[in-house]
C-alpha cells in the first residue's frame, strides 16, 4: 500500500516560535490534507491542498504542496500552548485517506 | 460545517458483552462512512468502509463477525463490537464524507 513520511516524529518548541513539518509519498496524488488531532479527541482538518504548488493559509498555519506532488510542507507561525497535539498528514487514496505516522508538538511556555 | 457526533464518548463493558457505537453526520448527507481504530501514540487505523444501503467494506486483518457495521441512513453508521474482548479496548474513530472526510470526536472502549 501507499506510505507516507511524516517527520519529525515529535517536536519540543517555544512558545513563540515557528514550527516546520512535512510529509513525503512514494507516489504521485492529487490531494494533501493536513489534521490535527487534540488529546482524546478526534482529528480536525486544518488545509487541503489539491494543486501542485499551492501555498494555502488558515490563520497562523501554511502548508504548501510541493511542485513534484510527493510532498506537503505545514508550518505554524509564533506557536501558542494550544497548539499542542498530533498533526497528521493524508493523502486520498482512492476513497480512502493514506495517514502519515503524525508529529507529536510539544509547546513549552 | 461538517460536523459529526459518536455516541458515546466512551464505554466500559465487560468481557464477553457486545457494545454499539454511533456515528452521525450532523449537517450533511454522507453516503460513505469510516471506522478506524486507534492505539496511544500511533497513527489511526482504517477498519472498514461503511456505504449507506449496502455491505460494509472490511480492511485485511479486520473480522467483519467481530465488527458489525449497519449504515442505516444518510446520516448514520453503527459500529458493533461483539462479543468484546480486553484486546478489544482501544480509541474508535469515525468519519464521514462530504468533499473530505471529517471525523468524529472518538469513543474510548475499555473491556474489562
Known amino acids: 500500500g501507499q506510505q507516507l513520511n511524516q517527520s519529525p516524529q515529535s517536536m519540543f518548541i517555544q512558545e513563540g516560535e515557528d514550527v516546520s513539518m512535512n510529509c513525503t509519498s512514494s507516489?504521485?496524488?492529487?490531494?494533501w490534507l493536513w489534521y490535527k488531532q487534540d488529546p482524546g479527541e478526534g482529528p480536525v482538518l486544518l488545509i487541503a491542498?489539491?494543486?501542485?504548488?499551492e501555498l494555502t493559509s488558515n490563520g497562523r498555519l501554511t502548508a504548501q504542496f510541493g511542485i513534484t506532488r510527493k510532498d506537503s510542507f505545514l508550518n505554524i507561525s509564533a506557536s501558542i500552548p494550544s497548539d499542542v497535539g498530533i498533526y497528521f498528514c493524508?493523502?486520498?487514496?482512492?476513497?480512502?485517506?493514506?495517514f502519515g505516522a503524525g508529529t507529536i508538538l510539544r509547546v513549552k511556555s | 460545517g461538517a460536523v459529526v457526533s459518536q455516541h458515546p464518548s466512551w464505554v466500559i463493558c465487560k468481557s464477553g458483552t457486545s457494545v454499539k457505537i454511533e456515528c452521525r453526520s450532523l449537517?450533511?448527507?454522507?453516503?460513505?462512512m469510516f471506522w478506524y481504530r486507534q492505539f496511544p501514540k500511533q497513527s489511526l487505523m482504517l477498519m472498514a468502509t461503511?456505504?449507506?444501503?449496502?455491505?460494509?467494506?472490511?480492511e485485511q486483518g479486520v473480522e467483519k463477525d467481530k465488527f458489525l457495521i449497519n449504515h442505516a441512513s444518510l446520516t448514520l453508521s453503527t459500529l458493533t463490537v461483539t462479543s468484546a474482548h480486553p484486546e478489544d479496548s482501544s480509541f474508535y474513530i469515525c468519519?464521514?464524507?462530504?468533499?473530505?472526510?471529517?471525523f468524529g470526536p472518538g469513543t474510548r472502549l475499555l473491556v474489562l
Open positions: 507516489s504521485i496524488f492529487n490531494t
Open positions: 493524508a493523502l486520498e487514496y482512492g476513497n480512502k485517506l493514506v
Open positions: 468519519s464521514a464524507r462530504d468533499r473530505y472526510q471529517y
Open positions: 491542498l489539491y494543486k501542485a504548488g
Open positions: 461503511s456505504n449507506e444501503g449496502s455491505k460494509a467494506t472490511y
Open positions: 449537517d450533511f448527507q454522507a453516503t460513505t
